[in-house]
């Protein structure tokens, strides 16, 4: 929010008395809430200009400009939208486009990571997601010894007494690591990686703890520390800006390992992969995935035919770009074999066809009972909408698929930008002799899902 006295950089008195409106609006949209939800707020406010042709204007072609513009109106819309997940900054902006990037990237960050903050004044422990943390453990001063003492004792007792007290500070950080990054109900470890950072050697003690540390949570642990200059709360925006670069490594490496065993399985011909938006999506439906992979510039649609007659739908898949064709897949194909039956049969003179043909009754149908005009197109989508939003159904677990490493470029490529790892074989539809599919194109046939 801004104060009104900072309206006056704006040159036009029309600028400013709209934007001494809006912000007026957003006082009082804001006045109706009590309290600020828990994650905060974001209110915005625009004009919307409103035409309405004139009486002069209506049924006239020739309307000049200026009788456009002189029954143009405006209408102020407000607008107030509570984000998924808190928002950690400020912004107020005034222009000609909303700034949205804040609310985006709570929608697009999905993997979140661990991160501890470990020093001699205590430990924090968080999970990121994006540019938003929560913090899930703390512990304040650990009272540690300092490396010196006034006296009272020799040398090595004080040495012994320190490392006595630094290894039950550890030990006490490494079961609590135990415990702040594993779900409860699965006993896996709740993050994509755990990143150990602090501005002393205590990091480097705790990551060689592993008979305390559980084996999957040691796992997750990635091996390069972050060293910081502060500790606790104020660490954490540094810690996530230092770990950046390690955690796109990271996830690269994990989407390379993705990559290779999938293409691995193909080369083996081990039949426990499917590749292409039609075998994939067949076996998605039957449960057999078990690893769904999707290129992150998968650029298919779902595309829904309805026959008017039976209201059975079906289901094909149609590169983006490309036209999308007025009939499913599996009436082209009956279509292409009739005119191929058609072609090979000895032509007829148009008087020997009539001889044979009653006039006063309908004529026979030569689609086997379905005709193109009986299909129409009931919707369409991106397929990745459509997988987002309906993937968990299916029991499968998501990895996306980068195609900026050499793996990534060929899944992409070569299989469509998606396929699946599968729990058992299944008989897809590219292997079913009985069904003429065409190699080039992933256009889908008639099952429903």
């Known amino acids: 929010m801004t104060s009104t006295p900072s309206l006056t950089k704006f040159s036009r008195a029309f600028n400013r008395q709209s934007v001494q409106g809006a912000i007026r609006s957003l006082q009082t949209s804001l006045a109706r809430y009590k309290t600020i939800p828990p994650n905060g707020i974001a209110l915005f406010a625009g004009v919307q200009p409103i035409v309405a042709p004139g009486p002069q204007e209506a049924g006239n072609p020739n309307t000049t400009a200026n009788a456009a513009s002189s029954s143009e109106r405006e209408r102020l819309m407000v607008r107030e939208i509570e984000p998924i997940k808190p928002l950690r900054t400020g912004l107020y902006h005034c222009g000609a486009k909303f700034q949205v990037n804040a609310l985006l990237a709570q929608l697009n960050d999905s993997v979140s990571y661990g991160f501890v903050i470990l020093d001699g004044a205590g430990c924090h422990m968080y999970i990121v997601a994006g540019d938003t943390y929560n913090l899930v453990w703390k512990h304040g001063d650990p009272a540690l010894p300092k490396k010196h003492g006034r006296g009272g004792q020799s040398a090595p007792r004080f040495g012994r007494l320190r490392q006595i007290a630094r290894a039950a500070w550890i030990s006490l950080v490494a079961k609590q690591l135990n415990i702040a990054f594993t779900d409860k109900t699965t006993g896996n470890v709740s993050v994509e990686g755990i990143v150990l950072s602090g501005s002393g050697e205590l990091k480097h003690q705790l990551a060689m703890r592993g008979n305390i540390l559980d084996d999957r949570v040691a796992k997750a642990i990635l091996p390069t520390l972050i060293d910081l200059q502060y500790g606790g709360r104020a660490g954490i925006q540094e810690a996530i800006k230092k770990a950046a670069p390690l955690l796109s490594d990271h996830s690269f490496s994990k989407q390379r390992g993705v990559a290779v065993s999938f293409l691995e399985s193909i080369a083996n011909d081990t039949g426990l992969v499917a590749y292409g938006a039609v075998d994939t999506m067949y076996a998605l439906q039957s449960g057999a995935v078990s690893t769904l992979l999707i290129s992150e510039t998968l650029s298919y649609l779902r595309v829904t035919y309805r026959n008017e007659h039976t209201q059975e739908t079906v289901i094909d898949y149609v590169l983006e770009g490309n036209s999308i064709p007025t009939t499913p897949a599996h009436i082209r194909a009956i279509m292409n074999q009739e005119g191929n039956v058609a072609s090979a049969a000895p032509s007829s003179s148009f008087g020997d066809l009539l001889d044979g043909l009653d006039l006063n009754q309908p004529i026979p149908s030569v689609t086997g009972g379905e005709s193109s005009a009986e299909w129409r197109i009931d919707s369409f989508e991106p397929l990745i ?65």
Do not use: H, K
């Not at 539809?429 to 009985?434: E, G, K, M, R, V």
């Open 385 to 449: 909408d459509y997988l987002v939003a309906n993937v968990s159904q299916f029991g499968a677990s998501v990895q996306l698929i980068s195609p900026a490493f050499s793996q990534g470029a060929q899944f992409n490529s070569a299989f469509g930008g998606i396929g699946g790892m599968l729990r058992w074989t299944v008989s897809l539809p590219s292997n079913q002799d009985d069904l003429d599919l065409d190699n080039d194109s992933d256009e889908g046939y008639d099952f429903d899902f």
